[in-house]
């Protein structure tokens, strides 16, 4: 049990339990590592299944959940199973000795079996519940107040094209565009409307980073700078919304955001039992 509120009186307290079962496997086939020209294919493959529940319980709020005049409980319960298949490639080409490019793919179909279930309870006097096997044994329903049931597949590329330029066997100049994904979904965190249970898009990255890694001094100073720019497209985000009465939160595609910035970081190796890292 949790106490959410971290107040002395039971404002908000959380059962909560959880438990996933995974299984997953990678295939790979590799080129020698010699060569000017080296590649890397392969392939992977997951299933997870996960069981949650979760049950809210408030003794001071009377109606918190749905406004009636009882102390309530909600109680969320959600299974959930993905499966998801991937293909890969990544290739290295070296242009010249100091000179190399990288060329890589992915392409991914990702399926998502969701069932979540909401429902308010009343409790009565505090300390009225028990909670028996992931099971709450309340006063009284009050009513579902969340039913959803859906699967949905999404199918998605991304890739990676960079360049890396040595100057020196310890100073390497770097840049790179990346295209990455991530797949769509549903709101774990449903609790109180179905107003919260959209289904969200894919989220895209266009990413471009360029900077220099480097060794000095005999490799006692480790120095790197990178600039990036990050374009997200149906960025997934929380959103706090008014419903009603109650206050929700929806799990929603924002369109177009951007991130801009600079990033620094160092290690310096003072001495044989001294090391100071800072960013």
């Known amino acids: 049990r949790e106490d959410i509120d971290h107040l002395p009186a039971p404002f908000l307290n959380n059962d909560w339990r959880s438990e996933s079962h995974q299984l997953s496997q990678e295939i790979r086939l590799n080129s020698p590592a010699s060569g000017r020209f080296r590649w890397t294919l392969g392939a992977f493959a997951i299933r ?11 003794y001071v709020f009377p109606g918190l959940f749905t406004g009636s005049a009882d102390n309530e409980a909600a109680i969320q319960r959600i299974r959930q199973t993905t499966t998801s298949y991937a293909g890969f490639a990544q290739a290295y080409f070296d242009i010249t000795d100091r000179l ?32 028996i096997d992931r099971h709450y044994v309340p006063a009284a329903s009050l009513g579902r107040l969340i039913l959803q049931d859906v699967s949905k597949g999404w199918r998605s590329g991304s890739g990676r ?21 991530k797949a769509g979904g549903f709101n774990g965190g ?30 006692r100073l480790r120095l790197n700078l990178s600039v990036f720019d990050y374009e997200y497209r149906d960025q997934q985000v ?12 929806n799990l929603e595609n924002a369109g177009r955001s951007r991130v801009k910035g600079i990033d620094l970081d160092a290690t310096v190796h003072a001495g044989d039992r001294l090391t100071i890292k800072g960013s």
């Open 161 to 181: 094209i960079a360049l890396d330029y040595k100057i020196t066997p310890d100073i390497m100049l770097f840049g790179s565009v990346s295209l990455g994904t």
């Open 48 to 58: 997870e299944k996960l069981d949650s529940f979760n049950a809210y319980a408030s």
């Open 238 to 249: 929380f959103v706090l919304r008014s419903a009603g009465n109650i206050v929700t939160s």
């Open 100 to 131: 190399t490019l990288t060329l890589g793919g992915r392409y991914t179909y990702e399926k998502k079996d969701f069932l979540l279930t909401s429902d308010a309870f009343g409790l009565g006097a505090a300390g009225a519940d028990t909670v």
């Open 190 to 219: 449903a609790l109180l409307s179905p107003t919260e249970t959209a289904v969200v898009d894919p989220e895209k990255l266009l990413a471009y980073e360029a900077g220099i890694k480097s060794d000095l001094f005999d490799r």
